[in-house]
């Protein structure tokens, strides 16, 4: 089972900040993705990196996977409360059972 | 708009109770997942489906079962209900590809 650390494990920060959390492993993803879960409800797909190096821009978000596809980051401009959530990175199997292995999570609040 | 349905939403059990969770999609999906998830932790994969009649364990299977009779329902077993098993039970499908997983809302498990 591929082993995926998230950090920070929480962050707290002032509206209009930037900000950046990080996805490593020991070992090579053949793909990666990251979710959004806010409170009560169920992860939400944010992006799926496929190509070391790749940089992918959603609004105020960008997404990075290294160029070894062992780690990957996701960087918020000019946070805002709405960001507010529990972000996860998950990496995809490369068999056909298609699975996902989570890691633990970076838990956002964005404050007014 | 359906997409992943799960009931109940919450629920007590007594230690050594039984109970199902159910989960239903209408997305004609053919991949679909069983997770836990713990406070301030991320999702573990507790078993998963490739397609009517064909399931197998994930990472945490122990104390669960699951069928797949048909394509839109994969509904989880708990047998005999212990402390450990208390957590938020997520349950997820999703199309060979694109590869996105849809999650449901959850169902929030305490077991005393």
């Known amino acids: 089972t591929q082993l995926l650390e998230q950090s920070p494990q929480f962050l707290s920060i002032q509206e209009g900040e930037n900000l950046t959390v990080y996805c490593n492993s020991s070992?090579?993803?053949?793909?990666l993705q990251w979710y959004r879960q806010e409170p009560g409800e169920g992860p939400v797909l944010l992006v799926t990196?496929?190509?070391?190096?790749e940089v992918k821009k959603l609004k105020r978000l960008t997404f990075q996977f290294g160029d070894a596809r062992k780690d990957s980051s996701l960087h918020i401009t000019a946070a805002q409360p709405g960001d507010t959530g529990l972000y996860l990175c998950?990496?995809?199997?490369?068999?056909?059972?298609?699975?996902?292995?989570f890691g633990s999570g970076t838990q956002l609040t964005v404050l007014p | 708009n359906a997409g992943v349905t799960q009931t109940p939403k919450f629920r007590i059990l007594k230690i050594g109770q039984s109970m199902t969770l159910q989960c239903t999609q209408d997305?004609?999906?053919?991949?679909m997942y069983w997770y836990r998830q713990d406070p301030g932790m991320g999702l573990k994969l507790i078993y998963y489906?490739?397609?009517?009649?064909?399931?197998d364990k994930g990472e945490v299977p122990n104390g669960y079962n699951v069928s797949r009779s048909t394509t839109e329902d994969f509904p989880l077993r708990l047998e005999l209900a212990a402390p450990s098993q208390t957590s938020v039970y997520f349950c997820?499908?999703?199309?060979?590809?694109?590869?996105?997983?849809?999650f449901g809302p959850g169902t929030r498990l305490t077991v005393t």
């Open positions: 998950a990496a995809i199997s490369s068999g056909s059972a298609r699975q996902l292995t």
């Open positions: 997820a499908s999703s199309s060979a590809n694109p590869y996105e997983q849809y």
């Open positions: 489906s490739v397609g009517a009649g064909i399931t």
């Open positions: 990196v496929v190509t070391g190096g």
């Open positions: 997305m004609n999906h053919n991949y």
């Open positions: 070992s090579v993803f053949s793909s």
